[in-house]
């Protein structure tokens, strides 16, 4: 079956200007995860989904950053006045429940490549 | 906030040698805890799991790790690695009842034939 998709794979974009990362999780599955990686390190959890809700969006570095689930299925992170630090590769997970047991296996897409000149 | 430290950023071993590879979290509570495996070109894929019971699990392609709570460690073993296990090897931690994994820095494990 599909697993996680994200688009696009790469994006390279200059200082100051606003990007919008798009990931299609797996069908049915009602959790949605974005992590950043950045060279040399772990991924970093930013936000998580649960439906359409964000229940934790503790991990967002500042107010530029947002993302959004209105249907519960398809995820957006937007980027406002992108920074050069911002360059990572910023990863989108899955999983089919979510909830507080924190067992379900989160799947994860092959991330976006984030570039910011 | 929970963290996870993994020794070994690099290792490079020989095709049949045994493999373990360190990781240590601090959190005083009761955790989940996960080994990710990411082969060249590839997502990050889940090895293994621990969430209680027998501390000592085993997942796909004959990894294991054993849960050590007095020591907060979840050390990844393999008896004889083979050159398809060269890839990037992340340990990650949560809480029980929450779902954020909060990962290691990865160690990049080389295998040569």
């Known amino acids: 079956g599909a697993g996680v998709s994200q688009t696009p794979s790469n994006k390279v974009t200059e200082k100051g200007k606003y990007v919008e990362l798009r990931c299609d999780p797996i069908?049915?599955?009602?959790?949605l995860y974005w992590y950043r990686q950045s060279l040399g390190q772990g991924p970093e959890f930013l936000i998580y989904?649960?439906?359409?809700?964000?229940?934790?969006d503790s991990g967002l570095p500042n107010d530029r950053f947002f993302a959004v689930r209105p249907e519960g299925s398809v995820s957006t992170l937007k980027i406002q006045r992108t920074e050069r630090g911002d360059s990572a590769v910023y990863l989108c997970?899955?999983?089919?429940?979510?909830?507080?047991?924190?067992?379900?296996?989160?799947?994860f897409g092959p991330g976006t490549r984030l570039t910011v000149l | 906030a929970q963290s996870v430290s993994q020794h070994n950023h690099h290792v490079i071993l020989s095709e049949a040698a045994s493999l373990e590879l360190g990781c240590n979290y601090s959190?005083?509570?009761?955790?989940?805890l996960f080994w990710y495996v990411q082969y060249p070109g590839q997502h990050l894929q889940l090895l293994l799991k621990?969430?209680?019971?027998?501390?000592l699990v085993k997942g796909i392609k004959g990894f294991e790790a054993e849960f050590i709570k007095s020591k907060f460690s979840f050390n990844l073993r393999k008896p004889s690695v083979q050159w398809s296990d060269t890839a990037e090897y992340f340990c990650?931690?949560?809480?029980?009842?929450?779902?954020?994994?909060?990962f290691g820095k990865g160690t990049m494990l080389l295998v040569s034939p």
């Open positions: 621990y969430f209680s019971g027998d501390p």
């Open positions: 959190y005083g509570g009761t955790v989940n």
């Open positions: 069908s049915g599955h009602t959790a």
């Open positions: 989904f649960q439906g359409t809700g964000a229940a934790d």
């Open positions: 997970a899955s999983s089919l429940g979510g909830g507080t047991a924190g067992t379900d296996t989160q799947y």
């Open positions: 990650a931690v949560t809480p029980s009842g929450y779902s954020t994994l909060t």
